[in-house]
Structure formats: structure tokens, C-alpha cells
């Protein structure tokens, strides 16, 4: 899973680069962690962000986040290491449930 390049949001302002949202990625989790996701299919889809806390022993459930077809626009998180981090790495790991017109960007504010 590549991770996404967070780009900060300053108050001189950020025009944000967005990628093409690839099967998995990870982002850096942090408390002003976001992720941006725009859908311009046809189709709506999600968004799964994999949960690692564990509340009495149990798994928390993960995340999951339609994204509206045609004109998707979703701010999600913010993505804290308390629910999302990574065993091995410290990251949020990210799947997407379609990856046709999908573009994201890994924000911190």
C-alpha cells in the first residue's frame, strides 16, 4: 500500500494536488489528519477506513463512507491513531471500492 503525501493546509492557502485513488493506500494518522475524496463516476462508492482500536478486547468496526456519484465530494476524519493506526507502520490503511474517476489528497490542517 503506497502512502499518500499529506499536504498542508496554511493560512496562505493550499491548492491540493490530488492522485488517482489506487485499490489500498495509507495516510499518516494524526488528530488534523483528513482525507479528501472526489467521485466523478457514474456510481457512488466507499471508502474503508481499516479500525485497529479495541475496546474490552473487541475490534472497533471499521469506517465506511459512501462517496455520491457523479459530483462525490467527501472530507473525511479526522484520522486518529487511536482508531486507525497501523501495527506495523503507524498509517491508516484505505480501500476503496472503486478506483475508476476517483482522485484523493491526504490533508493535515
Known amino acids: 500500500m503506497a502512502l499518500l503525501a499529506q499536504q498542508v493546509v496554511a493560512l496562505s492557502g493550499l491548492s491540493p494536488t ?8 495509507t495516510v499518516t494518522c494524526g488528530e488534523r489528519s483528513f482525507l479528501h475524496v472526489k467521485n ?6 466507499t471508502v474503508t477506513l ?3 482500536a479495541r475496546v474490552r478486547g473487541q475490534l ?3 469506517v465506511v463512507i459512501t462517496v455520491p456519484a457523479t459530483t462525490g465530494d467527501k472530507m473525511i476524519g479526522p484520522i486518529t ?3 486507525f ?15 475508476t474517476s476517483v482522485t484523493v489528497a491526504s490533508l493535515v490542517i
Open 18 to 25: 490530488y492522485s488517482a485513488a489506487a485499490a489500498s493506500t
Open 40 to 45: 466523478t463516476n457514474g456510481s457512488s462508492m
Open 50 to 52: 481499516t479500525a485497529t
Open 60 to 62: 472497533v468496526a471499521d
Open 81 to 83: 491513531s487511536d482508531l
Open 85 to 99: 493506526a497501523g501495527a506495523s507502520d503507524g498509517n491508516c490503511a484505505i480501500t476503496y471500492s472503486s478506483t
